[in-house]
């Protein structure tokens, strides 16, 4: 089966540069495909100094849907946004004052591969992080999901003068690019003994995956064998588990019924993953989750993005009130998400009375 290889490289333009993170695409471009995914063929996907977060949620989400091993190679550099005080990786628009519009949220890496099997993605990074970051880092290290196998470095910035190279993803690459691609324990040590002199200001990312007892690839295969429904009962079964032993707003029982609404959508069924969205939004909230919380966003952005997919009117003007009242309240990243709402409900009142005429 053929691997999915997403090369990633982002940082400021202009002075708030601290990486040259896009430095290093020509020479992991210059490796062959299957030697970058470990696997005999593979596609590779190019971002270089990409402007907007919602395209670059847009790639990492089609390669997350793809079948057959995942490797992520992410450059770049890491900031906090003002309000969550969450890391982001800085985009090319970003500045210390637009981190939460113009960067992407790290937790939106976290959220897109966390239905893919333990072994299935894997995560190269080499990042720099401001002083605000980094301290948040020491205390909270960087979440990238349950199921993915994680290599890398973090730098804090300022450690030298000048814009920084990626000298661990540099190493990464000229170590591939001799054709032969080892283990990544095995590459991810080489990596970091052309790098010695810099590791102890640095924070080393190894993570290994969980084991393959996560019901997460039994469901995964079952969806890749076209087996939804199955699929959905396992996860039915997982979230009523959950929902007795901790609650129906426990972290556990909310996973599952994310996972519930993914799985609607890999279905084809839309109006029931926009549904299934729209209620773990609403059980958030009543939660006392701030409308700002991750979760709370991705969750009302997840139901907008199914609402939008709905090609019954009568099903899409059934849940667009629901979805007005919930983009009232959780607004999220972009401007207008609740006009467009408000617009596109009105569109389909009207067309459903110009049928009824």
Known sequence: ????????????????????????????????????????????????????????????????????????????????DRRQHLPHLALARTTAATVR????????????????????????????????????????????GRGTEVYGRIAPSGARRGIAQPTYMRAVATLLRSGHRPPLAELHRAALDRIADELPTNLVLTAPPRPAGDPHAELTAAVRSGRHAEADALAARHQQAAAHARGPASEDALHWAEVRADLAMFAGDPARSCRAW??????????????????????????????GRIED??????????????????????DGALDHVQRQLQRLTERQADVTR
Do not use: C, F, K
């Open 1 to 80: 089966m053929p691997g999915t290889v997403l090369l990633l490289a982002a940082a400021p333009l202009g002075r708030g540069r601290q990486v040259d993170a896009a430095g290093v695409l020509p020479i992991l471009a210059a490796v062959a495909p299957a030697v970058l995914s470990g696997t005999e063929t593979a596609n590779v996907v190019e971002l270089a100094d990409p402007l907007d977060p919602q395209a670059v949620l847009t790639r990492l989400r089609a390669a997350a849907a793809a079948p057959g091993p995942l490797t992520v190679y992410v450059t770049g550099q890491l900031h906090l």
């Open 101 to 144: 519009y113009t960067a992407l949220p790290w937790h939106w890496i976290r959220e897109e591969l966390r239905l893919r099997p333990a072994g299935a993605t894997t995560l190269v990074a080499d990042l720099h992080a401001d002083a605000e970051t980094w301290d948040r880092l020491l205390a909270h290290p960087l979440d990238s």
């Open 278 to 307: 729209l209620d773990v939004a609403g059980v958030r909230l009543a939660a006392g989750q701030a409308p700002d919380a991750p979760a709370v966003e991705a969750a009302a952005d997840r139901a907008h993005h199914q609402w």
């Open 313 to 334: 009117p009568a099903r899409a003007r059934e849940l667009g009130p629901a979805l007005a009242d919930l983009r009232l309240r959780v607004p999220g990243r972009r």
